[in-house]
């Protein structure tokens, strides 16, 4: 466990211990892992894409404009929380609150919005039981609601600690790492916005 | 020092005694009675070659080494910590693998195309004899459709003409084999797979489920006859005008988990209410409706009820 | 439910294990009262977050769980000795079979490798530590608690039968009901994570904490095998997590994945299960490979035949390993094409793999080749092992395959290379290291008569299932007629796996007279041969750091330069400075407890009892992110004695 400390002030914060350094490191291969969970969970949906059974079909249920919104919800979150990290870079703890805390309010809103998006299709008749497509729809957009809200959380005990413990190498590399898999969820949401939503709109 | 290295020379004795002895004809797979299988067992006879000469190449040359520059031996002179590698070896043995999976390569995916056709080649083939098989646990049940006869774990082939199976099954995913005649496919509800097979030669010849699928699974097994074609065409003829009708009620029965104790004729088909390629839930509504609830194994319910009516072997 | 369900009654060999279990539970709990080693085993051994004591705890679990697998293993062979045998009933050898499988791969196989990469990887590129110490001892005890969880279903509510592979739909509601096929998938999914774990940590160990001056073509072959090993679990691991998680739903909450009923696809989980599965064999295997070529050069005192090829031989095995699951079902009648580029791209494996076996033939060539146990345990490998290849490279032809598929000849293939490559690596690698261990060496004359009983037995065991399978033997079955032929077989193969059995209670004992009788070592290399940064160090290496002084290295095999150079590595007293090292933490086992209680309760679909394991995992997470770990500093004058360096 070495414990080189650098003090180059060109380096942020984060960057400045070994050990964040290997966090930072080991987050990204957790990334890595995570690429490939989503992976399966897209290839499980592209292989049940057409097996609705009796069930309802996506095109009947699907509404353009919910989606939309919460698109808009997670990128927007998305740009705030890169300018949360813009702050930590500059060592500014209040715009590091303001930002994040804009971040999470957004990634709230998107929770909102597909927990009701998804209250309106089991009252339409399609639940995760339904069939192999709508299984494989709710366990899907589902998992990255689950990582949502766990981000949420996860944010503020990280943003509870910073108040509590000022900016330093361990608390900003936390906010680093955290604002890494904000981003990474922003991205997931693309491709199912792609695969699921405007494929199962337009190519059924 | 040659004491220590016996061992390994009795092994590898062994071990081509054992192949060697592999390739007699007491081995099923080695004692084809049909093209496929007989296609199968040649390609499989050059492989075992093409790999016992690797095996020999391999073990001559690690006991050569093992004798020749064992810590023991009188001259040390030709001890060389620092030798690190070969281009040329090197080059070598990545060479001549690749030639050899080329030589394994070319039949095998020859082999691969052929299995999928009809087995009969000629210029003015013979159509090909259509059965559908139908696993349920734990038993096969055969339609003739053009026939319009069906029989439960047993089937009559005629020789010499091809017989494609139309493979499905009503429930738990099955492996149709008969070895004697050809290598197996899987039966797999909400699906049809397709096998062509024949025989060349007269008797009757084992055939099972060889894909695990729980308790019965040992002896999900049935017999293929092979009948001459005047002989055939007598059996339908005769089973078309002497078998009972296949009713519903009873082909529901039939979905239930379990063996049948002796094999069965009807002279009517299932298929023309149900295909289970196109129906995969029907055997589990079935049990439904009939008030079949699946029970633990280890629960109380289980223990004097819903064990399969028989271990015997259903024959005919 | 009722308790006469909750408890697995009715069948005189569940009795017998019942007893053993509570036996041998108050046994432990007396010897841990009586001799007031309670807190002893908390403070040593549940809270640590050391490598090396983690790597023992999984190398002992593997172990435990290699006598359970065996047991089952012997168990199957009895029933299978004689023609229409009763010794078991159709059910119970299901559940005996889908267990050992599952046991043997999961439990045994895979945690016996990671806990020998615990103890010698950190040490051989010259590591205090792991990277994330803390999520080592995540690591271990969410695989030890998943283990657990599996291993009760035995006695509690009856253990899954659907197979290791646990198909679809077999393993459905509908024809596996109870809580058996739960067992399977909480406990996989339990211990799965403990495994990705491990795999972000060395990945992050292996290329960010190398000594000063490894390179990475510098690095060992074992530290290469595990690096690549690692890059695999990282992106297969959530493969299974997936497949599991999808399989859990369609059993507890009613969807349609892989079910008949809502139009669910049966075929799906065989090509998850097999899109992890496969690259899973890889993982079980690199490692070894990783290890035969470290004992393999150090024995025949010379460098490493062809180093370069042997890593990239393994970057292509590994990349090939996502590329091949389709030849597990070639019989699934996915057509021509598809059947034959799996064929092709399966051979294409047997290419790397040939050319490790020739560079292990070269890398004795001129050497002084001494047979030790470790070495004997290789060369036995490198016979074995080439078996297992050339009938892998036969069941990879498609054509062929349709005949080997789910017979004797493929449980026969597997055997020989998870025996003959895994086990044989796990025996080679615990003798060649159990020094580093433990401070003394296993006794080699007893040593030998377990190498070749075993070896011996084993292929008693397993080459006539080759002959079975070609003799048409289904797997998985669970009697045969007199009329199959196939008695005389089978009865020499349970001979073989009662002699494997047999060296498997030598080797138990083998451990015990050498704590008894074998000398202390206490010089860094007590082979004389060591070749890699491990033997730099003290046997049995310093508690908490390893190295007193990390060495600086400047090519390949440094302690054969020190040795050859007469370079002394004792550190010297100037060069001292207090060592940070990370606190101990009770938190991982809690978390793992909380694991148990979740998995426990799901499995039986008790859900309150589900939702507070899982909220006490994440109140367990919690505590750890606000824990400021400052971890301690080694003081100098324990470093002096530990090194024991006189002023």
């Known amino acids: 466990m070495a414990h080189e400390e650098v003090h180059d002030h060109d380096t942020p914060l984060e960057y400045r211990t070994e050990t964040t350094r290997l966090n930072i490191l080991g987050f990204w291969i957790f990334l890595g892992a995570e690429i490939a969970l989503f992976s399966t969970l897209f290839a499980t949906y592209m292989a049940l894409m057409y097996r609705t059974g009796s069930g309802p079909s996506p095109t009947e249920l699907f509404e353009l404009k919910g989606v939309l919104i919460e698109t808009f919800l997670l990128l927007t979150s998305s740009f705030t929380c890169g300018i949360a990290i813009h702050e930590s870079r500059r060592q500014n703890r209040k715009g590091i609150f303001i930002w994040m805390i804009i971040t999470l309010l957004l990634g709230a809103g998107f929770l909102v919005f597909e927990i009701k998006e998804f209250i309106e299709y089991v009252h339409e008749g399609a639940t995760i039981g339904t069939s192999a497509y709508w299984s494989a729809f709710f366990t899907i957009v589902g998992t990255h609601g689950l990582h949502v809200t766990i981000g949420i959380f996860w944010i503020i005990l990280i943003l509870i600690q910073v108040a509590r413990r000022g900016l330093t190498p361990q608390t900003s590399s936390k906010v680093f790492i955290s604002s890494l898999y904000w981003h990474f969820l922003d991205v997931v949401w693309i491709f199912i916005l792609t695969a699921v939503y405007l494929t199962g709109m337009v190519l059924r | 020092m040659f004491k220590r290295l016996r061992p390994f020379l009795a092994l590898g004795l062994v071990l081509s005694v054992f192949f060697l002895g592999g390739c007699s004809n007491s081995y099923v797979i080695f004692d084809p009675k049909g093209p496929v299988a007989a296609q199968q067992k040649d390609l499989i006879l050059y492989s075992i070659g093409l790999m016992a000469i690797i095996l020999v190449v391999v073990y001559v040359l690690f006991t050569v080494i093992l004798v020749k520059y064992r810590e023991n031996r009188k001259d040390l002179s030709n001890y060389d910590p620092h030798n690190h590698g070969s281009k040329k070896l090197e080059t070598i043995w990545t060479i001549i693998p690749i030639i050899i999976i080329i030589a394994l390569a070319i039949p095998t995916v020859k082999v691969i195309y052929d299995l999928e056709k009809s087995t009969d080649t000629s210029s003015k083939p013979k159509a090909p004899l259509v059965i559908n098989a139908t696993a349920v646990d734990w038993k096969w049940i055969f339609s003739y459709p053009k026939q319009g006869i069906e029989t439960v774990n047993y089937i009559n082939i005629p020789k010499d003409r091809p017989v494609l199976f139309k493979l499905t099954s009503a429930d738990s995913m099955s492996s149709f084999w008969v070895p004697q005649l050809g290598g197996q496919k899987y039966a797999m509800s909400g699906m049809e797979t397709e096998l062509y097979l024949q025989a060349d030669e007269l008797g009757t010849f084992e055939g099972r489920n060889s894909n695990f699928n729980g308790e019965g699974f040992t002896h999900q097994t049935f017999n293929v006859h092979s009948v001459s074609q005047a002989d055939f065409d007598k059996w339908t003829a005769d089973m078309k005008s002497k078998s009972p009708k296949l009713t519903k009620e009873q082909y529901d029965k039939l979905m239930l988990q379990g063996h049948v104790k002796k094999t069965m004729t009807f002279s009517s088909t299932h298929l023309k209410w149900v295909n289970h390629a196109h129906e995969a839930d029907y055997a589990v509504k079935t049990r439904e409706r009939l008030g079949v609830v699946p029970q633990n194994p280890h629960g109380s319910k289980a223990k004097d009820a819903n064990k399969p009516e028989s271990d015997s072997k259903g024959d005919s | ?647």
Request: proline share 4%; net charge neutral; hydrophobic share 50%.
């Open chain 3, 1 to 647: 439910m009722k308790w006469d369900e909750f408890f697995v009654t009715g069948d005189p060999l569940i009795y017998g294990a019942d007893v053993s279990i509570a036996l041998t539970t108050v046994g432990i709990l007396f010897y841990l009262t009586y001799f007031k080693k309670w807190k002893w085993l908390w403070t040593e051994w549940i809270t640590t977050v050391d490598h090396k004591k983690l790597g023992i705890m999984y190398i002992a679990a593997a172990v435990l769980m290699m006598f359970r697998g065996g047991v089952d293993a012997l168990l199957m062979r009895v029933q299978l000795a004689t023609p229409d045998a009763k010794f078991l009933d159709s059910q119970h050898y299901n559940e005996i079979f889908t267990t050992h499988g599952t046991i043997m791969i999961i439990f045994m196989a895979m945690p016996f490798l990671i806990g020998l990469i615990n103890v010698v990887i950190p040490l051989q590129i010259g590591a205090r530590d792991v990277a994330f110490p803390y999520l080592n001892a995540v690591s271990f005890w969410t695989f030890f608690i998943g283990a657990m969880l599996f291993n009760i279903s035995f006695v509690i509510g009856g253990s899954p039968s659907a197979g290791w592979t646990s198909y679809m739909p077999l393993a459905g509601n509908e024809l596996s009901p109870g809580p058996g096929q739960n067992y399977y998938l909480l406990g996989l999914q339990i211990a799965g994570i403990g495994t990705l774990l491990t795999g972000i940590n060395f990945l992050v160990t292996i290329l960010k904490m190398r000594a000063p001056g490894m390179t990475l073509f510098r690095m060992p072959m074992f530290t290469w095998s595990a690096l690549v090993t690692m890059v695999i679990i990282v992106f297969a691991f959530p493969i299974l997590t997936i497949a599991l998680a999808l399989m859990t739903f369609d059993r507890l909450f009613g969807a349609h994945f892989f079910t008949l009923q809502g139009a669910g696809m049966d075929m799906l989980w065989a090509n998850l299960f097999w899109l992890w599965g496969h690259p899973e064999v890889y993982i079980v295997i690199l490692p070894a490979f990783g290890m035969f070529s470290e004992i393999i050069s150090a024995f025949s005192r010379k460098t490493l035949f062809g180093y370069k090829a042997m890593v990239w031989a393994m970057v292509i095995i590994a990349a090939y390993s996502f590329m091949v699951w389709v030849h597990h079902f070639f019989t699934m009648g996915s057509g021509a094409l598809v059947n034959s580029v799996f064929s092709i791209t399966t051979m294409i494996i047997g290419i790397p793999t040939g050319i490790k076996i020739f560079n292990w033939l070269f890398t004795m060539y001129k050497g002084r080749i001494s047979f030790t146990t470790p070495m004997l345990w290789s060369l036995g490998f490198i016979i074995n092992f080439v078996i297992g290849g050339v009938t892998g490279v036969m069941l990879a032809m498609a054509a062929a395959d349709y005949q080997y598929h789910n017979t004797y000849f493929l449980i026969a293939h597997f055997h020989y290379v998870l025996i003959g490559g895994t086990v044989y690596a796990c025996f080679a690698g615990l003798i060649y290291w159990y020094p580093k261990m433990f401070g003394h060496r296993l006794n080699e004359r007893i040593g030998k008569w377990v190498f070749w009983l075993f070896n011996i037995g084993f292929n008693v065991c397993f080459f006539p299932q080759f002959l079975l399978g070609f003799d048409g033997m289904p797997r998985r079955v669970y009697t045969y007629s007199a009329a199959s032929g196939w008695g005389p077989l089978n009865m020499v193969s349970t001979i073989g796996g009662f002699v494997m059995g047999l060296a498997f209670l030598l080797f138990v004992y083998c451990l015990y007279y050498s704590f008894r009788y074998a000398k202390r070592e206490v010089a860094g290399d007590p082979w004389g041969v060591g070749r890699t940064l491990e033997w730099a160090t003290t046997s049995t290496v310093p508690p908490h750091y390893n190295f007193a002084v990390i060495p600086t290295v400047t090519g390949l095999d440094p302690v054969e330069t020190f040795r050859n150079q007469k370079i002394d590595t004792k550190p010297k007293l100037a060069d001292l400075k207090p060592i940070h090292m990370p606190d101990y933490s009770g938190v991982p086992f809690v978390m793992a407890v909380f694991f148990f209680i979740a998995g426990f309760g799901l499995v039986f679909e008790w859900y309150w009892m589900g939702i507070v394991g899982l909220i006490g995992v994440f109140i367990t997470m919690i505590i750890r992110s606000f824990d400021r770990n400052e971890g301690f500093y080694v003081g100098l004058e324990e470093i002096k004695e530990t090194e024991r360096i006189n002023e």
